[in-house]
């Protein structure tokens, strides 16, 4: 069993930053790779970025490549989401989640997520 605990949302303006974390429980965090997804009000959640259990090469979605950087430390079991240039439009709750199988957590089908952190972006 893996819980997930995300933190770091808040209100920013566009332009600005943020640091989202999540923590994990348990001691196989470092089996597991992770990802970050999100939900705006009205819409379906989708995918962000993802980051496999050693970390190497990260995926991320199109609508945020560039502006964004997905990280991991396995000896703190948080996985990282720093958000640039931020939008009105990356307004959305923000969820981590994890899956054994990196494929499967790009594609959403992930055993573990969080209960999501609120990012609001202001023009």
Request: with cysteine.
């Amino acid at each position: 069993q893996v819980q997930l605990v995300e933190s770091g949302g808040g209100l920013v303006q566009a332009g600005g930053s943020l640091r989202l974390s999540c923590a994990a429980s348990g001691r196989t965090f470092s089996s597991y790779a992770m990802g970050w997804f999100r939900q705006a009000p009205g819409k379906e959640r989708e995918f962000v970025a993802a980051i496999g259990w050693g970390g190497g090469t990260p995926y991320y979605a199109d609508s945020v490549k560039g502006r964004v950087t997905i990280s991991r430390d396995n000896a703190k079991n948080t996985v990282y989401l720093q958000m640039n240039s931020l939008k009105p439009e990356d307004t959305a709750v923000y969820y981590c989640a994890a899956h054994h199988v990196l494929s499967a957590v790009v594609a959403g089908h992930n055993d573990y997520w969080g209960q999501g952190t609120q990012v609001t972006v202001s023009s």
